[in-house]
């Protein structure tokens, strides 16, 4: 196998991990939007909750991102 074979294979397999931050995306912004359809009034409660959970997992997705181009480009 060529050097640029094996590093195209290893970013693309340093890219799965965002399959599971998607799905932990659409399970945060579902929790949400259930959460204040029943509590509307809880929302600035919610909010800074929602806003953290969303900020960390979104920096998973791009600490994986990152280590994929890495694992590309260098």
């Known amino acids: 196998m060529e050097l640029e074979a094996v ?6 397999i340093a890219l799965i991990p965002l399959a599971g931050v998607a799905i932990g995306l659409g399970r945060i912004f579902g929790a949400y939007n259930e959460a204040v ?6 929302v600035d409660l919610l909010n800074k909750k929602f806003m953290f959970t969303f900020a960390v997992t979104e920096a998973l997705g791009i600490f994986a991102l990152l280590i994929s181009f890495y694992l590309v480009f260098a």
């Open 37 to 42: 359809g029943r509590n509307p009034g809880a």
């Open 7 to 12: 590093k195209l294979l290893a970013g693309a």
